[in-house]
Nanobody, 115 residues
Framework: QVQLVESGGGLVQPGGSLRLSCAASRIIFSIAGMGWYRQAPGKQRELVATIHTGGSTNYAESVKGRFTISRDNAKRTVYLQMNELKPEDTAVYYC?????????WGQGTQVTISS
């Protein structure tokens, strides 16, 4: 069973930065499409960013220019660098792997932006 473990969430002030990490196991990471999604209270889960096997990326309009997704295939880890954080970025952030025609999810990590 594929396992995804997120880390790096926390409480930061508006304008601050965080870097999320997602470590994958039991997966041929280099051929998995990876992504970050988030879910705020009372809202549906939404796409934040994805990175494909070739390195191409896709971002939600709301985070373009502030967030950067990257991957390290040797470490089987995907990252989300989040800068210029806003209160509306507050959510549980989930790592996703699209692998072998299935979608896998991590347990999520809480990100709270508040002064």
């Amino acid at each position: 069973q594929v396992q995804l473990v997120e880390s790096g969430g926390g409480l930061v002030q508006p304008g601050g930065s965080l870097r999320l990490s997602c470590a994958a196991s039991r997966i041929i990471f280099s051929i998995a499409g990876m992504g970050w999604y988030r879910q705020a209270p009372g809202k549906q889960r939404e796409l934040v960013a994805t990175i494909h096997t070739g390195g191409s990326t896709n971002y939600a309009e709301s985070v373009k220019g502030r967030f950067t997704i990257s991957r390290d295939n040797a470490k089987r880890t995907v990252y989300l660098q989040m800068n210029e954080l806003k209160p509306e970025d507050t959510a549980v952030y989930y790592c996703n792997a699209a692998y072998n025609n299935k979608n896998y999810w991590g347990q999520g990590t809480q990100v709270t932006i508040s002064s």
